[in-house]
């Protein structure tokens, strides 16, 4: 499995701006997807997640009312729509594929993208 995010970019501070995730291969709709990010020096962390059909979602507390997570089996493609950016949301964000159907937290992920770089500054 191969993970490839794109989206990444310059946003204004309460901007917006959608990240995408595709994957290669057939099991991306068997499996729950994340999204995590890693300022520079600091440990990666945990944004949000999505269960294998899409219904259920999870999110970290600093993101809950700002960003939406949603996939789309049909093209592989995981999405994270992130509204009203702020400056602590500059990092480097990446996708995973769970180990599992459905997230959570003390699972894990198997595969990782290589990232895309968010940074929020006017």
């Known amino acids: 499995v191969q993970l490839v995010e794109s989206g990444g970019g310059l946003v204004e501070p309460g901007g917006s701006t959608r990240l995408s995730c595709t994957a290669s291969g057939r099991t991306f709709s068997n499996y729950a997807m994340g999204w995590f990010r890693q300022v520079s020096g600091k440990e990666r962390e945990f944004v949000a997640a999505?269960?294998?059909?899409?219904?259920?979602?999870y999110y970290e507390d600093f993101v809950k009312g700002r960003f939406t997570i949603s996939r789309d089996n049909a093209k592989n493609t995981a999405y994270l729509q992130m509204n009203s950016l702020l400056s602590e949301d500059t990092a480097v964000y990446y996708c995973?594929?769970?180990?599992?159907?459905?997230?959570?937290?003390?699972?894990?992920?198997?595969?990782w993208g290589k990232g895309t770089l968010v940074t929020v500054s006017s």
């Open positions: 995973a594929k769970d180990l599992s159907a459905f997230y959570t937290s003390d699972g894990g992920m198997d595969y």
């Open positions: 999505i269960g294998w059909s899409g219904v259920n979602t």
